[in-house]
């Protein structure tokens, strides 16, 4: 099979089930693997693995290992080195091999032993293969091989399923096209020579932000993906390709990440940070600003007039009918006065222009003596119908009303049962939890608007996805 794949080497299909989803505190309550051998030949072992913690009850169902079958099984400590000896030498080959791979590396991290390896996922090899199939989970690449397993979500039996499927790949593929698609998976991938090499190894591939830092530790750039790994590594690759990607591939000296459960948490964790802490290569974000809108006002027996206001400055029944967002009030009256002239609207009657009482006959605006305005100013065109055209003109840019009674709180899952719990209200973001008792305790009086976190969840609760919402 090694052959078949354009190996010199043996590999090990392996699979893990663990406590949780994230390596930096979930543990390995089981492994299984497969060893293949250049020649063919082959080998399994399986072990349950004592994880010192609890096994959250979703994952007792999910997998059908229960606490009470890992309490007499050995811990971690005591089945690495077999576990390295097996995988000594082996291409490390998995479905979304990042996940196994950063296990085993953080538990072996945490007894003192340095692992890396060269790693296979299967995932992105069925995706390079079948590029037009839409979903590569494992339970999908098995109903599309017709593969059965007896033992799914235990750890030897879905390693099982990783042999079978390579073994139908070897039948069904064309070997040359094969071994060409697992090489180009396999190069190296391409880091500064300043970053430790093994910071592709570390980094995961699940959704969240990162931070570049150059030297006397500077913060040089916060981004977000749904694949942290990816994006990051995307960075380097570009360096050639762009002066600016260059430029920022030279000066980085760390990278750091903070993992999300979901994109919208990687979103507005980015939002925030940029404007917090200010990187040196974010500054369109960074500068966005936003906080100005344009308020339409109603005056009793009069046209209605605007108001350059700060959103803040707002309450939440004020901010019914507000138009745009700008970075300061300059901004948006020069917008405000854009319209006006485009719609021949009644300056004085909005209140940007200063003179006689608006409808008395005796104080026609300067458009008006231009024939630019249609009198409203003079009692010529009625409070309802100038109010219309300016509602109209305005239309575009009018701010979404906030579609529920009070705050909210998002629950984002990553595929593993890990989540966020993010406690949103009035288009503003107040903070990211892991429960929802812990929602109920976040303070909401201080949170400023932003224009970005508006547009964010804009986006979001329109299609909302797989992600849960409840009113607190």
């Known amino acids: 099979m090694s052959e078949a794949l354009g190996l010199s080497r043996g590999l090990v299909c392996i699979d893990l089930e663990t406590t949780g989803g994230n390596a930096a505190w979930s543990r390995i309550i089981e492994i299984g693997l497969v060893e293949i051998d250049e020649d063919g030949a082959e080998r399994e072992w399986s072990t349950l693995v004592n994880p010192g913690v609890r096994i959250p009850s979703q994952i007792e169902t999910f997998t059908g290992i229960t606490n009470a079958m890992v309490s007499d099984a050995p811990p971690f400590e005591a089945v690495y080195r077999e576990l390295l000896q097996r995988l000594h030498g082996r291409l490390f080959v998995a479905h979304n091999a990042r996940f196994d ?14 692992y890396t390896s060269k790693v296979l996922c299967t995932v992105k090899l069925s995706r390079r293969l079948f590029p037009k199939e839409p979903r590569h989970n494992l ?29 139908v790949w070897r039948a069904t593929i064309a070997p040359h096209v094969i071994a060409d698609t697992v090489d180009r998976l396999l190069q190296e991938t391409p880091l500064p020579p300043q970053l430790p090499a093994s910071l592709a190894d570390d980094l995961p591939d699940t959704p969240g932000i990162y931070r570049f830092f150059g030297s006397d530790n500077t913060l040089l750039y916060i981004g977000k993906s749904q694949r942290i790994r990816s994006r990051v590594l995307e960075h380097f690759a570009a360096a050639h390709r762009s002066a600016s990607e260059r430029r920022l591939a030279t000066q980085v000296e760390r990278v750091t990440w903070n993992e999300t459960a979901g994109e919208l948490g990687a979103l507005l964790r980015e939002a925030r940070a940029v404007k917090t802490e200010k990187p040196v290569h974010n500054r369109q974000l960074r500068d966005s600003g936003g906080s100005w809108t344009v308020r339409l006002k109603a005056c009793p027996d009069l046209p209605s007039q605007i108001d350059v206001v700060m959103i803040d400055a707002l309450t939440a029944e004020e901010q ?26 009644c300056a004085r009657v909005l209140g940007r222009e200063r003179g006689a009482g608006v409808g008395t006959g005796v104080g026609s605006c300067f458009a008006y003596q231009l024939k630019r305005c249609r009198g409203a100013c003079m009692g010529l065109e009625s409070a309802i119908l100038h109010d219309t055209r300016t509602r109209l003109a305005f239309a575009p840019s009018r701010l979404k009303s906030w579609p529920y009674p009070a705050r909210i709180a998002v629950i984002e899952r990553d595929w593993r049962g890990e989540q966020d719990v993010h406690v949103l209200g009035q288009w503003r973001y ?43």
Do not use: Q, W
Not at 139 to 167: F, P, Y
Not at 321 to 341: H, M, N, P, W
């Open 101 to 114: 791979y950063g296990f085993v590396r953080a538990e072996l991290a945490r007894i003192g032993v340095n």
């Open 320 to 345: 019914t009918e507000v138009y745009g967002l700008f970075r300061d009030a300059k901004a948006a009256g020069r917008t405000v006065d854009e319209l006006v002239r485009a719609h021949d609207l």
């Open 430 to 472: 107040y903070g990211t939890v892991r429960d929802l008792d812990e929602a109920h305790a976040l303070i909401a009086d201080s949170v400023e608007f932003d224009a970005d976190i508006y547009r964010i969840l804009k986006r979001f609760l329109n299609a909302p996805g797989a992600a849960t919402l409840v009113e607190l």
């Open 139 to 167: 339970d999908a690449v098995m109903r599309r091989h017709d593969i059965v397993c007896s033992m799914r979500h235990r750890a030897l039996g879905d390693a099982r399923v990783l042999r079978d499927l390579l073994n």
